[in-house]
T-cell receptor, first 110, second 117 residues
């Protein structure tokens, strides 16, 4: 039973526009939520996180929003750049373990 | 390099064989994690170590899977009597320590792609 879900396998966005990646979760015990970025043949790299007691965290072009009542989080990338093209994994943690979604392939075209 | 390294990068084996996958964590990181990523899925937790001991091995799918970290640094994931369903990318990660109430960034290696024929 998947506790972290990414229902969109892919997203295509024009360069300069906003990319919005969505994630839902079921476990109310998660302490932190994270986004990882993955290029082919490489391991995932940490992008941004948010504590379960916050509703927004911003880091440059990346902002993560958390809606605890809806058990939903999203990652906004503004402006999107071709180098952002990668698979994005949503993840959540409790008791030292990370739970990942299936990932969303983001393609940013010029 | 100073990152997490994994060897081999690719491993092809036959059903029923035994395989070992190695992970070298970032120097000084006391926590080490193993994940498995099957095709079309996200990484799935297998086991993590704090120092030399397995702090949580509840993600190991069955008793064919075993992992060790004898000196608190390098770890080996061992799979006995491999099955075709074991084919996946096996990812290793390390972090400075484990915070059970928070989060310590996990740094991932490039993974080992295991193919069982």
């Amino acid at each position: 039973d998947q506790q972290v879900k990414q229902n969109s396998p892919s997203l295509s966005v024009q360069e300069g526009r906003i990319s919005i990646l969505n994630c839902d979760y079921t476990n109310s015990m998660f302490d932190y939520f994270l986004w990882y970025k993955k290029y082919p043949a490489e391991g995932p790299t940490f992008l941004i996180s948010i504590s379960s007691i916050k509703d927004k965290n911003e880091d440059g072009r990346f902002t993560v929003f958390l809606n605890k009542s809806a058990k939903h989080l999203s990652l906004h990338i503004v402006p999107s750049q071709p180098g952002d093209s990668a698979v994005y994994f949503c993840a959540a943690t409790t008791l030292g373990r990370l739970y990942f979604g299936r990932g969303t392939q983001l393609t940013v075209w010029p | 390099g100073a990152g997490v390294s994994q060897t081999p990068s690719n491993k092809v084996t036959e059903k029923g064989k035994y395989v070992e996958l190695r992970c070298d964590p970032i120097s000084g990181h006391t926590a080490l994690y193993w994940y498995r990523q099957s095709l079309g899925q996200g990484p799935e937790f297998l086991i993590y170590f704090q120092g030399t001991g397995a702090a949580d091995d509840s993600g190991l799918p069955n008793d064919r899977f075993f992992a060790v970290r004898p000196e608190g640094s390098v770890s080996t994931l061992k799979i006995q009597r491999t099955e075709r369903g074991d084919s996946a990318v096996y990812l290793c990660a390390s972090s400075l320590t484990i915070d059970l109430a928070g989060y310590n960034e996990q740094f991932f290696g490039p993974g080992t792609r295991l193919t069982v024929l």
